[in-house]
């Protein structure tokens, strides 16, 4: 994940399904679009199905390093 724009992303602390908007959430016949919250640890990510793959190399990384901070 090279060539990043070096902004930090944005705090979430609720999730608005109903704003979201793109064709993959527009077609019934792909089936659901569940969010679901994890608790950001390096063993929850390891175990989840992120994609792209990538994503959670990244993340666990900066877990490990304490670059990601979580709050309660």
Do not use: C, N, W
């Not at 064709?23 to 199905?49: F, N």
Request: zero cysteines; aromatic letters at 2%; proline letters at 6%.
């Amino acid at each position: 994940m090279g060539g990043g724009s070096g902004r930090q992303p944005e705090a979430t602390s609720s999730v608005h399904f109903d704003d979201k908007a793109g064709p993959e959430l527009q077609r019934d016949d792909r089936g659901e679009y569940v969010l679901d919250e994890i608790p950001l640890t390096t063993e929850t990510i390891a175990d989840v199905k992120l994609l792209p793959e990538e994503s959670s190399h990244v993340l666990r990384a900066a877990l490990e390093r304490g670059d990601l901070l979580t709050t309660v």
